[in-house]
């Protein structure tokens, strides 16, 4: 018989690809690991001894009141714009929404200065009205204060689902929703889908495929539910915004400059770079997992998203100890100052740790991608002669193209945000949006850092837009 | 010529305990039409994604055209193989019109693809409509632009999975003959897979039937129908009546009376007698050796349907002709023209791991 | 496709062109490399003014002193940092115990900067001072009950004293001196009778504890003197009103002295621009960079020729803590664990 060309058939391109993608972005996770296991020091010991519970407690405290504030916030809005008609309610649909965008960093700091005793809501009732409280009226530097924070930065996450569930039109904006998402969504997809299994099984029972019927509200609570939704828009968007405004405008020309178009422009494209790598390094992964005959291999990708569980502090250290070590071996090889410290000390360490910190954020909505076209497209391309790289090309990326844009524009945003990993890694004079509101903000000066902040935020929102007009589309 | 051989094939999943195919070997002649028929859960699908290159088996050699293509773990890539396919869901691309969705086989080879994908086109019935999109065709317009493009680059072979089970009743009989034309008129080898023995029946040259994973028989429609292996198969083609009897000297003692048989000497102890319902005679005297209670008797215009039941209430049916008359008639004594024995253990067994 | 497509090739160049942005800076000029923790606006413009002078560019990375201590460990040999800059004493003698910073000798340095406030051996150099004060309401509290930190345990203060957190190093250094000069007992039960004072938990920051005496929560607060001037000069209205309400009051001044810290810098072990890196130290203590941290950001500057800026000279002049500056680090683990023991958060 004569031997056409034969491979293993487990083997390809793609696979080795995937493999050695998959290792580098597993070192920092793995440094981790290891260092977790190190003897602990004195201070930890003392940590323990004085500390650790309150921190324990505090945590606890934090989780829960987050979990119940938000998603009171969160599934109350939604029941509101899915179950009723009234004035604005299509606004409201995409407005709740937009508090994605606010860093809670940023909201913290925004609060703070509204509330504060020298703020506008203090210096009002002070000098308009002749109130004099006795320190602020409204004290948020707490617990209670830490939840509300961030509850209003995260309750969107729970609106979008909440509102997808309640319409009942679950596939495709929960695939939307995982487009949004993040692994924190992903439980509570876990909850809600199965919620939803139930409620399928009842509308079956009755009313198979009648569509989610909103109930026009009486003209008292027409205006009830306009004012909630407008007063949970204002708080957690509207007010904050405003205050961030009027710093600006106090201090915007201090911080105007050339620096300052450069500085937006190195962030920008620091966040696009490192969306398009995400993207592109996910696409192998994926596209690896779906040529490779083995099932098991699909766990072994996951391995890649896990650096969005970890602080970004943390996959700092993860970093520059492995990149460190190939640097000093470098410097032993060649000399030391010819060299320097090529990885660790450049911006290849931070796109590196942006990379393994943001995997997931791309990863999901092109692994939704992916599947929503399924593989059978795939597999006509190959059995029509061609490759797995043309039919990569030709059939499975065009298709997945909007999947493309949301991920590099969700890991756009993620960048654009981050802080403590960009504070310890980023090279010799080099400063993001993030970083440079970071400094002003701990600097004292609130007010100027809100000129980084607004660009921050802006930017947040636009592919919050973006991916809400995506949903509006599938959904007809 | 057999074009396709496949020769010892076996095929388990990762996390399943049993065999999807287990050790199958069988030809396609060139030209012929194949159906793999089975339940679902048989292994047909598999055994198709294993020809494809879709998937790949465990153990086993294939080989098209003269070339092995899989040999054990080292196997040729789907995309060098030459093999078309028409999936179930017809996978034309999406974002392609019906032209490119035909003329994407034919990018790199030294034809005017445009014009091979017209022809192509046309000779499935499609004249026109080729700048749509696939979205903007029906379901059977959709089929015929997938199997255009399956059959434009000249496959060796042409590999159809479930390819009228998205066609309503009415269509069916009409598409199973233009497929079949089409297929005949380009002359290339074809392997389809369906659940539907009618669809094999009438589609197909020869039909090979998988169960558990493992082929019960491969033969043509009228070897399958007449002399099926084993009670699987036989029931397969229609209603099939089996007895649970005893072999003695000189014949087999049924619940319905004694046999007589030269052969049942070559049996010992419980059988299993398998017979058509058409393959009986009525009347009496001793060449009519069995007899029953008749339990209903049903008219269908050209034929009548006689339930006999024996003294357990085990019942058979018994095909005759629409003229005869049962009224008053209590018992019935009839003959087997034509009956199977059946001794060991009837259907191949899934395997257990 | 051809969307995709550009989206790719726009990634492809940004990320090019971001890179070459890096590389190009790190070519034949000659550099010195900043590892700071002042993230000041006046800082950046010292750089600038050295870079114009000298031709020598001024690269700066600026984090937390303790990440940027941790980062020169890892680093090791290997590391481009040149300088160290740090904003209290305590950090500075932590690297060189850990054998970061290396010994540098110079004349204009000794000249510009008194013994007291720069390291014997010339591991390290104070480059601005700056005083933990206390901040007073003008209206409830008058100068002449004010004394000293230890007297802030008194009874009397009870739901008046505020603060920040003891996480902040300031509060740390503070602590410090109080057990350098007390002993750790007493100051354990200083920090237990302060803490029982206060007019509510510690939290915020310096702006914050001023405003809160403005706002009546509190009636003292232990601030550093900068943060009162930096507010005096706020763009918004309120800061300067808030900042108007109090007074400033010198503590200690019949004894030991106002507790002072520094800010400075010092010359790392593995310099590769060591030169460079001592003619930095070198302009940021001439009497023209002095004149800008002082001026800019409210600092006292060490250089004894240097004028202070007329809102310090508005608050007098003062007698400070004479201690040296390393036993700020010496014993800051001490005063970690006291404020942890006492639960001042």
Same mark, same amino acid.
């Given at each position: 018989?004569?031997?056409?060309?034969?491979?293993? !058939?487990?083997?390809?391109?793609?696979?080795?690809?995937?493999?050695?993608?998959?290792?580098?972005?597993?070192?920092?996770?793995?440094?981790?690991?290891?260092?977790?296991?190190?003897?602990?020091?004195?201070?930890?010991?003392?940590?323990?001894?004085?500390?650790?519970?309150?921190?324990?407690?505090?945590?606890?405290?934090?989780?829960?009141?987050?979990?119940?504030?938000?998603?009171?916030?969160?599934?109350?809005?939604?029941?509101?714009?899915?179950? !009723?008609?009234?004035?604005?309610?299509?606004?409201?649909?995409?407005?709740?929404?937009?508090?994605?965008?606010?860093?809670?960093?940023?909201?913290?700091?925004? !609060?703070?200065?509204?509330?504060?005793?020298?703020?506008?809501?203090?210096?009002?009732?002070?000098?308009?009205?002749?109130?004099?409280?006795?320190?602020?009226?409204?004290?948020?530097?707490?617990?209670?204060?830490?939840?509300?924070?961030?509850?209003?930065?995260?309750?969107?996450?729970?609106?979008?689902?909440?509102?997808?569930?309640?319409?009942?039109?679950?596939?495709?904006?929960?695939?939307?929703?995982?487009?949004?998402?993040?692994?924190?969504?992903?439980?509570?997809?876990?909850?809600?889908?199965?919620?939803?299994?139930?409620?399928?099984?009842?509308?079956?029972?009755?009313?198979?495929?009648?569509?989610?019927?909103?109930?026009?509200?009486?003209?008292?609570?027409?205006?009830?539910?306009?004012?909630?939704?407008?007063?949970?828009?204002?708080?957690?968007?509207?007010?904050?915004?405003?205050?961030?405004?009027?710093?600006?405008?106090?201090?915007?020309?201090?911080?105007?400059?050339?620096?300052?178009?450069?500085?937006?422009?190195?962030?920008?494209?620091?966040?696009?770079?490192?969306?398009?790598?995400?993207?592109?390094?996910?696409?192998?992964?994926?596209?690896?997992?779906?040529?490779?005959?083995?099932?098991?291999?699909?766990?072994?990708?996951?391995?890649?998203?896990?650096?969005?569980?970890?602080?970004?502090?943390?996959?700092?250290?993860?970093?520059?100890?492995?990149?460190?070590?190939?640097?000093?071996?470098?410097?032993?090889?060649?000399?030391?100052?010819?060299?320097?410290?090529?990885?660790?000390?450049?911006?290849?360490?931070?796109?590196?740790?942006?990379?393994?910190?943001?995997?997931?954020?791309?990863?999901?909505?092109?692994?939704?991608?992916?599947?929503?076209?399924?593989?059978?497209?795939?597999?006509?391309?190959?059995?029509?002669?061609?490759?797995?790289?043309?039919?990569?090309?030709?059939?499975?990326?065009?298709?997945?193209?909007?999947?493309?844009?949301?991920?590099?524009?969700?890991?756009?945003?993620?960048?654009?945000?981050?802080?403590?990993?960009?504070?310890?890694?980023?090279?010799?004079?080099?400063?993001?949006?993030?970083?440079?509101?970071?400094?002003?903000?701990?600097?004292?000066?609130?007010?100027?850092?809100?000129?980084?902040?607004?660009?921050?935020?802006?930017?947040?929102?636009?592919?919050?837009?973006?991916?809400?007009?995506?949903?509006?589309?599938?959904?007809? | 010529?057999?074009?396709?051989?496949?020769?010892?094939?076996?095929?388990?999943?990762?996390?399943?305990?049993?065999?999807?195919?287990?050790?199958?070997?069988?030809?396609?002649?060139?030209?012929?039409?194949?159906?793999?028929?089975?339940?679902?859960?048989?292994?047909?699908?598999?055994?198709?994604?294993?020809?494809?290159?879709?998937?790949?088996?465990?153990?086993?050699?294939?080989?098209? &055209?003269?070339?092995?293509?899989?040999?054990?773990?080292?196997?040729?890539?789907?995309?060098?193989?030459?093999?078309?396919?028409?999936?179930?869901?017809?996978?034309?691309?999406?974002?392609?019109?019906?032209?490119?969705?035909?003329?994407?086989?034919?990018?790199?080879?030294?034809?005017?693809?445009?014009?091979?994908?017209?022809?192509?086109?046309?000779?499935?019935?499609?004249?026109?409509?080729?700048?749509?999109?696939?979205?903007?065709?029906?379901?059977?317009?959709?089929?015929?632009?997938?199997?255009?493009?399956?059959?434009?680059?000249?496959?060796?072979?042409?590999?159809?999975?479930?390819?009228?089970?998205?066609?309503?009743?009415?269509?069916?009989?009409?598409?199973?003959?233009?497929?079949?034309?089409?297929?005949?008129?380009?002359?290339?080898?074809?392997?389809?897979?369906?659940?539907?023995?009618?669809?094999?029946?009438?589609?197909?040259?020869?039909?090979?039937?998988?169960?558990?994973?493992?082929?019960?028989?491969?033969?043509?429609?009228?070897?399958?129908?007449?002399?099926?292996?084993?009670?699987?198969?036989?029931?397969?083609?229609?209603?099939?009546?089996?007895?649970?009897? &005893?072999?003695?000297?000189?014949?087999?003692?049924?619940?319905?009376?004694?046999?007589?048989?030269?052969?049942?000497?070559?049996?010992?102890?419980?059988?299993?007698?398998?017979?058509?319902?058409?393959?009986?005679?009525?009347?009496?005297?001793?060449?009519?050796?069995?007899?029953?209670?008749?339990?209903?008797?049903?008219?269908?215009?050209?034929?009548?349907?006689?339930?006999?039941?024996?003294?357990?209430?085990?019942?058979? &049916?018994?095909?005759?002709?629409?003229?005869?008359?049962?009224?008053?008639?209590?018992?019935?004594?009839?003959?087997?023209?034509?009956?199977?024995?059946?001794?060991?253990?009837?259907?191949?067994?899934?395997?257990?791991? | 496709?051809?969307?995709?497509?550009?989206?790719?090739?726009?990634?492809?160049?940004?990320?090019?062109?971001?890179?070459?942005?890096?590389?190009?800076?790190?070519?034949?000029?000659?550099?010195?490399?900043?590892?700071?923790?002042?993230?000041?606006?006046?800082?950046?413009?010292?750089?600038?003014?050295?870079?114009?002078?000298?031709?020598?560019?001024?690269?700066?990375?600026?984090?937390?002193?303790?990440?940027?201590?941790?980062?020169?460990?890892?680093?090791?040999?290997?590391?481009?940092?040149?300088?160290?800059?740090?904003?209290?004493?305590?950090?500075?003698?932590?690297?060189?115990?850990?054998?970061?910073?290396?010994?540098?000798?110079?004349?204009?340095?000794?000249?510009?900067?008194?013994?007291?406030?720069?390291?014997?051996?010339?591991?390290?150099?104070?480059?601005?001072?700056?005083?933990?004060?206390?901040?007073?309401?003008?209206?409830?509290?008058?100068?002449?009950?004010?004394?000293?930190?230890?007297?802030?345990?008194?009874?009397?203060?009870?739901?008046?004293?505020?603060?920040?957190?003891?996480?902040?190093?300031?509060?740390?250094?503070?602590?410090?001196?109080?057990?350098?000069?007390?002993?750790?007992?007493?100051?354990?039960?200083?920090?237990?009778?302060?803490?029982?004072?206060?007019?509510?938990?510690?939290?915020?920051?310096?702006?914050?504890?001023?405003?809160?005496?403005?706002?009546?929560?509190?009636?003292?607060?232990?601030?550093?003197?900068?943060?009162?001037?930096?507010?005096?000069?706020?763009?918004?209205?309120?800061?300067?009103?808030?900042?108007?309400?109090?007074?400033?009051?010198?503590?200690?001044?019949?004894?030991?002295?106002?507790?002072?810290?520094?800010?400075?810098?010092?010359?790392?072990?593995?310099?590769?621009?060591?030169?460079?890196?001592?003619?930095?130290?070198?302009?940021?203590?001439?009497?023209?960079?002095?004149?800008?941290?002082?001026?800019?950001?409210?600092?006292?500057?060490?250089?004894?020729?240097?004028?202070?800026?007329?809102?310090?000279?508005?608050?007098?002049?003062?007698?400070?803590?004479?201690?040296?500056?390393?036993?700020?680090?010496?014993?800051?683990?001490?005063?970690?664990?006291?404020?942890?023991?006492?639960?001042?958060?």
């Amino acid at each position: 018989m004569e031997l056409a060309k034969q491979r293993y !058939y487990w083997w390809n391109r793609w696979a080795l690809a995937a493999i050695i993608v998959l290792l580098l972005v597993s070192i920092p996770i793995f440094t981790i690991l290891v260092k977790l296991f190190a003897v602990p020091g004195e201070s930890w010991n003392h940590l323990v001894d004085t500390q650790l519970l309150g921190y324990f407690k505090n945590t606890i405290l934090l989780l829960f009141g987050v979990a119940i504030f938000a998603s009171l916030i969160g599934i109350s809005a939604a029941w509101l714009v899915s179950a !009723y008609d009234f004035p604005g309610r299509r606004y409201f649909e995409w407005l709740l929404i937009l508090p994605l965008g606010f860093p809670a960093y940023i909201m913290a700091y925004t !609060y703070t200065g509204m509330l504060e005793y020298t703020g506008p809501l203090n210096s009002f009732l002070r000098n308009n009205l002749g109130i004099v409280t006795k320190g602020s009226l409204i004290d948020i530097m707490n617990l209670p204060g830490a939840i509300f924070i961030l509850s209003i930065t995260l309750f969107p996450y729970i609106f979008v689902i909440s509102r997808s569930s309640f319409l009942q039109q679950s596939r495709t904006l929960q695939e939307a929703s995982a487009l949004l998402g993040s692994s924190r969504l992903r439980t509570f997809l876990l909850y809600l889908e199965s919620l939803q299994r139930g409620n399928r099984k009842y509308a079956q029972a009755n009313s198979m495929s009648k569509p989610f019927e909103r109930i026009k509200a009486g003209k008292g609570m027409k205006f009830v539910f306009f004012g909630i939704c407008t007063t949970i828009f204002l708080i957690s968007f509207g007010l904050p915004l405003l205050q961030i405004f009027y710093w600006v405008n106090l201090t915007w020309h201090k911080v105007a400059s050339w620096d300052f178009l450069l500085l937006i422009y190195r962030s920008f494209s620091l966040a696009a770079g490192t969306g398009f790598a995400v993207v592109v390094l996910s696409i192998i992964l994926l596209y690896a997992l779906r040529l490779s005959p083995f099932a098991w291999v699909k766990n072994i990708t996951k391995i890649a998203t896990l650096g969005y569980a970890i602080p970004g502090a943390v996959i700092a250290v993860g970093i520059m100890i492995p990149l460190l070590n190939i640097d000093k071996w470098l410097m032993s090889v060649f000399t030391p100052q010819s060299v320097g410290l090529i990885f660790s000390g450049t911006l290849f360490a931070l796109v590196f740790a942006y990379i393994v910190r943001f995997m997931a954020v791309g990863y999901n909505p092109l692994d939704a991608g992916f599947q929503k076209i399924g593989i059978h497209v795939n597999e006509a391309s190959r059995l029509l002669g061609q490759g797995s790289m043309r039919t990569l090309w030709n059939i499975d990326l065009p298709l997945i193209k909007t999947s493309m844009l949301s991920g590099i524009l969700l890991v756009f945003v993620d960048v654009l945000k981050e802080l403590p990993l960009t504070l310890i890694l980023r090279p010799f004079n080099y400063h993001t949006l993030a970083t440079k509101a970071f400094d002003m903000a701990t600097n004292e000066m609130i007010a100027e850092s809100a000129n980084a902040s607004l660009v921050i935020i802006l930017t947040g929102i636009l592919p919050i837009i973006f991916l809400n007009r995506l949903i509006r589309k599938r959904n007809g | 010529m057999a074009i396709l051989k496949l020769h010892n094939i076996t095929k388990k999943y990762a996390k399943a305990d049993y065999f999807a195919v287990n050790n199958v070997s069988l030809e396609v002649e060139s030209g012929e039409i194949l159906a793999l028929v089975g339940e679902s859960g048989s292994g047909k699908t598999t055994l198709l994604r294993l020809i494809a290159g879709l998937e790949h088996p465990n153990d086993g050699n294939i080989s098209l &055209s003269g070339v092995c293509i899989v040999n054990g773990q080292k196997s040729v890539p789907a995309n060098e193989r030459k093999v078309g396919m028409v999936f179930q869901d017809y996978a034309l691309f999406p974002h392609l019109n019906v032209l490119d969705n035909v003329k994407f086989g034919l990018t790199g080879k030294n034809i005017n693809a445009d014009q091979v994908a017209k022809d192509t086109l046309q000779m499935v019935g499609l004249n026109e409509n080729f700048k749509k999109y696939p979205h903007q065709l029906s379901g059977g317009q959709q089929q015929r632009v997938a199997l255009a493009r399956a059959i434009a680059p000249n496959p060796s072979i042409i590999l159809l999975d479930e390819p009228f089970s998205n066609l309503d009743a009415m269509l069916k009989d009409q598409v199973r003959e233009e497929i079949r034309q089409i297929i005949k008129k380009t002359k290339v080898t074809a392997v389809f897979v369906t659940h539907d023995t009618r669809d094999a029946l009438s589609t197909a040259d020869r039909i090979a039937i998988l169960h558990n994973g493992l082929l019960q028989q491969i033969g043509t429609p009228k070897s399958l129908y007449e002399e099926p292996v084993n009670a699987y198969v036989a029931n397969f083609f229609g209603k099939q009546n089996s007895i649970i009897a &005893s072999a003695k000297d000189g014949g087999f003692l049924t619940p319905f009376g004694f046999l007589p048989d030269a052969n049942a000497y070559q049996y010992t102890g419980e059988v299993q007698l398998l017979f058509r319902p058409e393959h009986v005679s009525l009347g009496s005297g001793e060449d009519f050796p069995l007899s029953g209670a008749i339990f209903k008797v049903s008219y269908f215009g050209d034929h009548q349907i006689v339930k006999l039941a024996d003294p357990q209430g085990k019942r058979i &049916s018994l095909k005759t002709t629409p003229d005869k008359s049962f009224d008053g008639i209590s018992t019935l004594a009839f003959s087997l023209n034509q009956y199977k024995v059946i001794s060991d253990n009837t259907i191949r067994q899934k395997e257990q791991v | 496709m051809k969307s995709v497509f550009k989206i790719a090739l726009l990634g492809f160049a940004w990320m090019a062109i971001v890179s070459c942005e890096t590389t190009t800076e790190e070519t034949e000029q000659e550099v010195v490399n900043v590892y700071t923790h002042r993230h000041y606006e006046a800082d950046q413009q010292l750089f600038d003014q050295f870079t114009t002078e000298t031709g020598i560019a001024v690269n700066v990375v600026s984090a937390s002193a303790d990440e940027l201590i941790q980062k020169l460990e890892l680093e090791g040999e290997g590391s481009p940092a040149d300088v160290l800059i740090t904003v209290d004493a305590g950090r500075l003698h932590r690297a060189n115990e850990k054998g970061l910073l290396q010994a540098v000798q110079s004349d204009i340095l000794n000249q510009n900067i008194p013994s007291k406030f720069r390291n014997p051996e010339g591991y390290w150099f104070g480059l601005t001072y700056r005083a933990r004060i206390l901040a007073y309401s003008k209206e409830r509290v008058t100068p002449e009950e004010l004394s000293t930190y230890e007297d802030l345990a008194n009874e009397n203060w009870k739901g008046r004293i505020l603060t920040r957190s003891s996480e902040n190093i300031y509060n740390q250094s503070l602590m410090a001196s109080i057990i350098a000069a007390n002993g750790e007992e007493v100051a354990e039960q200083w920090a237990t009778n302060v803490l029982a004072n206060m007019a509510r938990e510690p939290k915020g920051n310096d702006r914050d504890q001023v405003k809160a005496v403005a706002a009546g929560e509190g009636d003292v607060a232990i601030v550093n003197t900068y943060y009162i001037g930096i507010m005096l000069n706020d763009e918004n209205p309120e800061e300067k009103l808030a900042a108007e309400q109090v007074g400033i009051f010198f503590p200690n001044q019949n004894d030991r002295g106002t507790h002072v810290n520094i800010s400075g810098a010092g010359v790392t072990k593995y310099a590769p621009n060591k030169e460079n890196a001592i003619k930095l130290i070198e302009f940021l203590s001439s009497e023209s960079a002095q004149g800008t941290l002082a001026n800019i950001n409210y600092e006292y500057p060490v250089n004894p020729n240097v004028e202070h800026s007329e809102l310090l000279k508005s608050w007098g002049s003062f007698k400070s803590d004479e201690l040296n500056l390393s036993v700020l680090g010496e014993n800051n683990q001490m005063a970690v664990m006291i404020f942890d023991r006492v639960g001042w958060k």
